[in-house]
């Protein structure tokens, strides 16, 4: 095999990869700091990517329509997941796992029927934004535009993340309601607000995760259970609620994924749920978490 | 699990303590099971459809139960063992022609092994993790149904799974008139009678008592000499073998094995079942089989979008009736007997 298809296969992985990110990382931050897995994410996503083909309709793709529905998505999303933060999970939060994951399943069901009653069961989908629209020849081999570009929003993202966590005054509050709820709360911190806003953040990426990944694909019913499943591998292996964890964890995936297919075609999809589960039973909170 | 386990200790100490009611002495399960075997009689093709769908639903709740309501594990990937008894009692019944009476029993062995090859994993985390791996391994299962063409016949399934030979119960007098799928019906009650009456067995059995002092205060039951992990394991590989039975029967009745049977939806919504019954009681899963099998029929008469409809039932459940609807007749039977009684 040579050098070339090599490196292209490398690169189809990583796009992957970053797409996942930014749809796990989300996922990771609300695990982190609320213990909740919210299988709702991928709804969430499939919503942003709906949200982002109504704006491109509406806005004209041309220009910055595109980048506007982009917002739009983003936006929409995150104002959906303050309503239901504040409306229904708030109630949760005392109770078991078992409810809280229930609860999110029920909204998968409710936001999966919802995007087909609002814009029906048809493929949609929505063209390369001009500026992206091109490709370049990287040892020989040709990449497009908008896939370099996904390539560099994801460690964007991430190391905007890591800042904010690592180096700001917010992301000390939000450390501190990851390791101890109740003190904050006894301190006078507003945790309920903390919580909200990383809600609120989290269904803004996916919002967004949703609007970037329609030039690239599709948008049908069930690409939310589809997506979700994928996205919890990246945050099992990297380490649920670790920002970095869940970076490389994507990358680990793509990587995966894209050269499976290469060694045993067909078995790709079994050596990601089995990589999953082997990190799950020699190290459960994965390659960059800490214990629980 | 603290605030639940009010509920059952209230409803033993009645049934012990009080005079027994004209209610408690009528045999309710003999009644279900007389009435259930009646139903290729008494109602049309259909509903006997819908009876061996409840029935079959039925077994499968009943086996996650004994995990999230008996002993207190939250599986997310119940629908693997489901599906891997249907597909050994399918491959073994269609690609090798074995009678069902030896397919039925390997499907539920074979269902028992992978139960504990996968629990022996499972039961070493705790709480989430567990969820996720039992997720994860039942999307191992998928993988393995989607892809593995030669044996399982990948994404096209295993159409046309024979219904096994039921000529002996021509013999019987009566049933020699009924149709093949009608005799597999009165089958598939007979059986899934039995396995509910082995559950219910366990679960009241020392072994069972054990299980749910794992569930309220695993520390404590550590603390006392239990073996926490292994009677999990066990309590894991039991439920997985029932659940594995209840695969076999719906891969015959079904006519067909498909990867669809075991996506890890499928493991939420045979949880939604369980919890809509009532987790913390033995029929609660069976009652939510019945009630989201009729509603589902009721439902798509009229719209598409019953997902919709199961979402906003499940919301309500979770916000409502957290007791499911057999915790709910309970709690307002015992409000009317305490109003009647003071």
Redesign the interface.
């Known amino acids: 095999m040579s050098a070339g298809s090599l490196f292209s296969q490398f690169m189809g992985g990583l796009t992957t990869a970053m797409f996942l990110f930014l749809i796990a990382s989300g996922l990771s931050l609300v695990f982190g700091i609320m ?1 909740v ?1 919210n ?1 709702a994410h991928g709804s969430f996503y499939m919503i942003g990517a709906y949200l982002a083909w109504q704006g491109v309709a509406w806005f004209h793709p041309t220009g910055a329509g595109f980048w506007l529905a982009a917002l739009l998505a983003m936006l929409g999303v995150g104002a959906m997941g303050a309503v239901i933060e504040r409306l ?1 999970f708030r ?2 939060y005392g109770r ?4 809280q ?3 999110t ?6 936001l ?3 995007a ?2 609002l814009w029906g069961t048809q493929q949609l989908s929505v063209s390369t934004p001009p500026v992206l629209a091109g490709s370049v020849q990287i040892f020989g081999t040709t990449q497009p535009l908008y896939n370099l570009f996904i390539m560099a929003i994801g460690p964007l993202i991430a190391f905007g993340g890591w800042l904010v966590l690592n180096r700001s005054g917010i992301g000390r509050m939000v450390r501190a309601a990851q390791m101890d709820r109740e003190m904050l709360d006894a301190l006078g911190a507003n945790v309920g607000t903390i919580y909200t806003g990383m809600f609120v953040f989290s269904s803004c990426l996916a919002g967004l995760a949703g609007a970037l990944v329609t030039p690239i694909q599709s948008i049908v019913p069930g690409m939310d ?1 589809l997506i979700i ?1 994928q996205a ?2 990246v945050v ?1 292996i990297g380490g ?1 609620g670790s920002f970095w964890g869940t970076f490389w964890g994507s990358v680990i995936y793509g990587e995966v994924l894209s050269f499976g297919i290469l060694i045993f075609p ?2 790709s ?2 050596s990601v ?2 990589l ?2 082997v990190i ?2 020699v190290r ?1 909170w994965g390659l960059f978490g800490r214990p629980l | ?1 603290t605030s639940q386990t009010v509920a059952p200790a209230a409803a033993e100490t009645r049934a012990i303590g009080g005079a027994p009611s004209l209610a408690s002495r009528i045999p309710w399960t003999l009644i279900v099971f007389l009435f259930a075997c009646a139903v290729p009689w008494i109602g049309s093709r259909y509903n006997t459809f819908l009876a061996e769908q409840i029935a079959i639903d039925a077994l499968f709740a009943v086996s996650l139960n004994l995990l ?1 309501g008996t002993t207190g594990l ?1 599986s ?1 990937g119940h629908v693997a063992y489901f599906g891997v008894g249907a597909y050994v009692c399918g491959i073994l019944m269609k690609t090798y022609d074995l009678p069902f009476i030896v397919a039925f029993p390997a499907a539920g062995l074979g269902t028992a092994l992978f139960a504990l090859v996968s629990g022996f ?1 499972c039961v ?2 705790i ?3 567990f ?3 039992t ?3 039942s ?2 299962v998928w ?2 149904a ?2 593995w063409n030669d044996v399982t016949g990948g994404d096209q399934g295993l159409p046309d799974i024979p219904f096994p030979n039921l000529d002996w119960m021509n013999a019987i007098p009566g049933l020699g008139s009924l149709k093949t799928a009608d005799q597999f019906y009165l089958l598939t009650i007979a059986l899934i009678a039995v396995s509910l009456a082995a559950v219910h067995r366990i679960v009241r059995s020392p072994f069972g008592r054990v299980l749910t002092t794992i569930r309220d205060n695993p520390e404590r039951a550590a603390f006392i000499g239990v073996n926490v992990r292994a009677y999990q394991l066990a309590a894991f590989v039991v439920a997985g073998a029932f659940a594995g039975f209840a695969g076999a029967l719906y891969g015959i009745f079904s006519r067909g094995v498909f990867a669809d049977y075991v ?3 499928k493991s ?1 919504e045979v ?2 079942m369980t ?1 809509l019954g009532g987790m913390d009681y033995f029929w609660g899963p069976p009652v939510g089989a019945l009630a989201l099998v009729w509603l589902n029929q009721q439902v798509t008469d009229y719209t598409e ?1 019953w ?2 409809v ?3 039932i ?2 309500v459940l ?2 409502v009736f ?1 007791g499911g609807i057999v915790g709910g007749i309970d709690l307002l039977w015992r409000r009317v007997r305490r109003w009647r009684g003071a």
């Open positions: 213990r897995i299988f229904f109630p949760l078991e796992e078992l409810y994951l229930l609860f399943y029920a909204l998968v069901l409710i999966g029927d919802a087909k009653f259970v499943v919890f591998i099992v649920m067909g078995f999809l079994f749920f089995a999953m589960a799950l039973i459960p | 699990m999230l939250v997310f994993f070493r985390l709480k989430l993790y969820a996720m791996l997720l994860a391994f999307q191992i993988a393995i989607y892809k996506f890890w939806s939420a949880m939604i919890i979008y997902p919709f199961l979402g906003a499940l919301l979770l916000f957290p």
